[in-house]
Structures are given as C-alpha cells and as structure tokens.
C-alpha cells in the first residue's frame, strides 16, 4: 500500500529497529536509563534550550507544556486550527483548567500580531489572565518563517506572556527554511518536537525548555501516567531518527511537490503544496468517497473527505509518487466517463 493519509503512517525501517535493540536500558523513571538521559541532553544541545524530556506523544507533550506553563483560571492565546486547540481533547481545559483563547488563524498558518494583541487581556476582575501564546509550526504543511517568531516573541516581551511552540514538524519547517533548530527556538519559551511522524519513530516525541520548566513538566508527566520506564528503546529509535532521517526530509519535499505538479494537470483539482504535504480542493462534480475507494483497490489509501490531503514520507518513494499521480489521473478519468 501506498499511504498518503499521514507521516505518522511510517514504521521503523530495520536500521532503526537494530538500533533500538542496541540501546542500553536503565529505568528512566529512577533517571537511570543512560539512552534517555543522553539523547534528552543531546535534544537540549541542538535546541539550545537547557533541558529536554522525552514524551510518549505530542499531545501529552503539548499538555504537559501548557499545564507547567499555565495555572488554573490563566489563559493561552491559540489558533483555532492548531492541535494545542482542536486536536488534544480539550486536555489543557480539562485537566489544567487553563482557558483556551482561541483566534483565527491565516491562511499562511500565522496568527496575526494585531489578533493577538487584540486578545490580550489587561488585569480586571472580570478576565481570565492571559499568560501564553501557543504557536504552531508547520500548520498544515506550511513553513512559518523565522522573522514571524521574531515578532511575536517582543509581542510576548512587551505583555509579559510565555511562547510555546508545538513543532511537532518543526524539522520539516526547518529543512524548508534552510535554518537550525536553535534559530526558531531562540524566540521561544519551549518547544514540542515528533519523532513518530516523517522522522519514522515508531513513538515518541520530545519537549525541551529551560531546568525549571523540565522539571514541571516532569511532574505533570507523571501524573499523566507517562513516565516510562525502559525508555530508551524510545530514546533509541529517536537518535536514530535525528542521525538518519533528518537530512531525508528534503526529499519528501522533493516528493510532494512533484505529486503537486503532477495532480495539477487535473481540472477537478485545485492543488497547493508545501514542505511534505499536499491539499486538493476537489470539485463538487468528483464523490470523494468513491475515489478514495477505488484508488485503494489499486494499492493508494488516501483519507476522504473536506480538502484532500496528501503526505508525503520516508515510505513513499518517488515510483510510488509517479505511480499515484498517474492512477488517480485514470481513475479520475473513470469516474467522470461514467457519469456521462
Ligand atoms: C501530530 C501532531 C501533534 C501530536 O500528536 P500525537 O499524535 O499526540 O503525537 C501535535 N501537533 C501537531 C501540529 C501535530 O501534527
């Protein structure tokens, strides 16, 4: 099969499974797994941030963060499109009581620095305490520069507010940029890194800010139920993720925008493309659901449904992307031939 519905998709190739299998073991929950305490130190360094922890997923990374940022009844500044809102079942609500303020996002993935000024709250009795902005990238593929975390971070200077930055796909971001990971995290407070996404990691994600905050976010982790503890076959599979499969983003890039020039011979399609991902504005006068069934029977599994997206990743190949584009072409073709 080849699977276009997400990076997440991406099992760990051999290589990688040798390596974890090699990866000294220790109980990371008495701080005695030697792989853990040196791949965290190892993500510090590269973020230039002064400490990392490991995490069983974004999403409890990201909870972890804003709870360890955030008290019970001060708020977080976020887009309405982006995980830390829509997609972490209300966690931060939930079980922080920290207040979402959410705000539109445009459509180059940024908030705009005017909404979020707008949304700042000044001390009343009446406002929730506005304490974080809480930034996303890439949103959707799409590759927020560094100069916009300039702006934000003296924003969040000047109003005495916390930066975080869910990069789940920041390694995507950067590839794109052509920047180091230090670049973008000099002008945040914290950042969220996935490893089981393009990086091929079979799980794991990675949090990094400075002592203090690890150490919070340490504690709500626990209570979270995710301390681990041989963690280093995770530890394991993330250095080899970083060693390996970093320098190989670019090819999913490479990837996704010839499936992008590709798709767009195709009158039904409105196509955008960046970093590994591919959006199709697909016309009414194509069902969806139909298509996505009968390219499954020709090996292609693609989500249904809304804007049609395409990922891009290490298990895909540039065959694969030729024999893709060329069968959905013909199936395309099909389809509008059968309804005449
Ligand atoms: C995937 C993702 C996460 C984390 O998801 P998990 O499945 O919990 O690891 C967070 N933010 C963004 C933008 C993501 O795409």
Do not use: W
Not at 134 to 145: D, P, R
Not at 299 to 305: A, T, W, Y
């Amino acid at each position: 099969m080849i699977d276009f519905r997400s990076d997440t998709v991406t099992k760990p190739s051999s290589e990688m499974l040798d390596a974890m299998l090699a990866t000294p073991l220790g109980d990371d929950v008495y701080k005695d797994d030697p792989s853990v305490n040196a791949f965290e130190q190892k993500m510090a360094t590269l973020s230039g941030f002064e400490a990392a922890l490991i995490m069983p997923s974004g999403t409890q990374s990201n909870l972890c963060a804003l709870l360890a940022h955030c008290g019970r009844g001060e708020e977080y500044i976020v887009g309405q499109d982006y995980h830390t809102y829509i997609y972490e079942a209300g966690g931060a609500a939930v079980l922080g009581s920290v207040v979402p303020q959410p705000i539109r996002v445009k459509k180059n993935g940024e908030l705009s620095i005017d909404d979020i000024r707008s949304v700042i709250k000044p001390y009343d009795q009446h406002f929730a305490k506005s304490k974080l902005i809480s930034l996303e990238n890439t949103h959707n593929g799409k590759a927020i520069e560094l100069d916009y975390f300039k702006r934000v971070r003296s924003l969040a200077n000047e109003n005495g507010l916390i930066v975080h930055l869910d990069g789940a796909r920041i390694f995507n971001a950067i590839t794109e940029l052509n920047i180091e990971l230090k670049q973008i995290c000099q002008y945040v407070d914290s950042i969220s890194i996935c490893f089981s996404k393009g990086l091929g990691a079979p799980i794991g994600s990675v949090l990094c800010g400075d002592r203090e905050f690890i150490e919070r976010a340490k504690q709500i982790r626990k209570m979270a139920g995710g301390g681990m503890r041989q963690a280093g076959l995770l530890a394991g599979a993330m250095d080899y993720a970083l060693e390996h499969n970093v320098k190989r983003l670019q090819n999913d890039h490479d990837n996704a925008l010839l499936l992008a020039t590709k798709l767009s011979n195709i009158e039904q399609f409105t196509v955008e493309h960046q970093t590994n991902m591919v959006h199709i504005d697909v016309d009414s006068s194509i069902n969806q659901e139909l298509l996505a069934k009968l390219l499954a029977a020709e090996g292609i599994k693609v989500s249904p449904g809304g804007r049609l997206r395409l990922v891009t990743h290490l298990d895909i190949a540039k065959a694969d992307v030729i024999y893709a584009s060329e069968t959905i072409k013909d199936i395309i073709e099909m389809m509008l031939e059968a309804q005449k």
